[in-house]
């Protein structure tokens, strides 16, 4: 089946960037849109941004508008997410996830994880 694997997290001070990379595998890769996701300590897993695979549309939720972007290379099968001006609030773990039916509405593919720490 398909395999997700995170990389690029890390520790940042506040308002510097990081650049977070997910790299797919397996038999056949063709999802309908790949997103991002976080969970913070005490907190319920947060939808951040999605990619359409083939049309590229691209959805954010209000708490990464205008800092967080999200970008895909359909060749290298890989969804990627430049953060930048990051807060402590910020600090989670990060979350891969891609579904390959527009009709489902959750997530059937999940990465590992990889942690991003903004200190202040």
């Known amino acids: 089946q398909v395999q997700l694997v995170e990389s690029g997290g890390g520790l940042v001070q506040a308002g510097g960037s990081l650049r977070l990379s997910c790299a797919a595998s397996?038999?056949?890769?063709?999802?309908?849109?790949m997103a991002w996701f976080r969970q913070a300590p005490g907190k319920q897993r947060e939808f951040l941004t999605d990619?359409?695979?083939?049309?590229?549309?691209?959805y954010y939720a209000d708490s990464v508008k205008g800092r967080f972007t999200i970008s895909r290379d359909n060749a290298k099968n890989t969804v990627f997410l430049q953060m930048n001006s990051l807060k402590p609030e910020d600090t989670a773990v990060y979350y891969c996830a891609a579904k390959n039916d527009r009709r489902v509405t959750g997530y059937m593919y999940w990465g590992q994880g990889t942690q991003v720490t903004v200190s202040s």
């Open positions: 990619i359409t695979w083939n049309g590229g549309s691209t």
């Open positions: 397996g038999r056949t890769f063709s999802p309908y849109a």
